[in-house]
C-alpha cells in the first residue's frame, strides 16, 4: 500500500490546491455552477473552496481513513459535475476549478476526477503509512519525495489547466 503514498500526497494537495482558488477567485466556479443551473452564489463557492481546503489539508496532513474517503467522494463529485457539463454541452468557458479561463471540462478532466477518486478509495480502504512516519523513512529527510510530489502536483495542475487550451484549437480543426 506505501505505492499510494506519493498519489495520495499529491491529491491531497490538489484538492486544497482547487480550494485556495475558489476562496480567492470564486467568479468562475461560480459561473460554471450558474451555467449548469445550480446555485452558484460566490459566497457559496468560497464555503466549498474551504470545504476542499480544509479536506484536502487534512487528508494529507493526517491520512485518515475517513479523511481519504472523503477526498474520494469529492473527487467523484467533480467528475459528476464534468460529465454532466459535457453531456449538457453547456458552453462553459471554465470548470473553475484552478481560478483559470478557458480551462473547459474536457474528458482528461473527467479521468483525471475519475482516477483520483479510485486511487484515494483503495487508499482508503488499504493500509497506508502515516504521513510522518512516512516521511520519516524517507532518505535525506524526505526532500526528494517532497519534491517529487511537488513536480506530480504541477503536472497534474498543467493537465488541467493547460492541456485543454493546447487541445481546443485541434478539435476546431
Excluded at 33 to 59: F, I, K, N, Q
Excluded at 69 to 77: H, V
Excluded at 131 to 153: G, K, M, N, R
Aim: net charge positive; aromatic share 6%.
Amino acid at each position: 500500500m506505501e505505492v499510494l503514498s506519493g498519489p495520495v500526497f499529491v491529491l491531497t494537495a490538489l484538492l486544497a490546491l482547487a480550494g485556495v482558488f475558489k476562496l480567492v477567485r470564486p467568479a468562475l466556479t461560480s459561473g460554471a455552477l450558474r451555467a449548469m443551473r445550480l446555485p452558484s452564489r460566490p459566497a457559496l463557492v468560497r464555503l466549498l473552496g474551504l470545504g476542499e481546503l480544509l479536506l484536502g489539508a487534512s487528508a494529507l496532513v493526517t491520512g485518515a481513513r475517513p479523511l481519504l474517503a472523503l477526498a474520494a467522494a469529492a473527487y467523484l463529485g467533480f467528475a459528476a459535475f464534468v460529465a454532466a457539463a459535457l453531456a449538457s454541452g453547456a458552453p462553459l468557458q471554465s470548470c473553475g476549478c484552478f481560478g483559470q479561463r478557458e480551462t473547459p471540462p474536457t474528458v482528461v478532466h473527467l479521468a483525471v476526477n475519475l482516477t483520483a477518486a479510485v486511487v484515494l478509495l483503495v487508499a482508503a480502504a488499504g493500509n497506508l503509512p502515516k504521513p510522518a512516519d512516512l516521511l520519516a523513512d524517507q532518505p535525506w529527510h524526505a526532500a526528494p519525495f517532497v519534491l517529487l510530489v511537488l513536480i506530480s502536483l504541477e503536472l497534474c495542475y498543467l493537465v488541467l489547466t493547460a492541456l485543454p487550451a493546447v487541445l481546443t484549437p485541434a478539435r476546431s480543426r
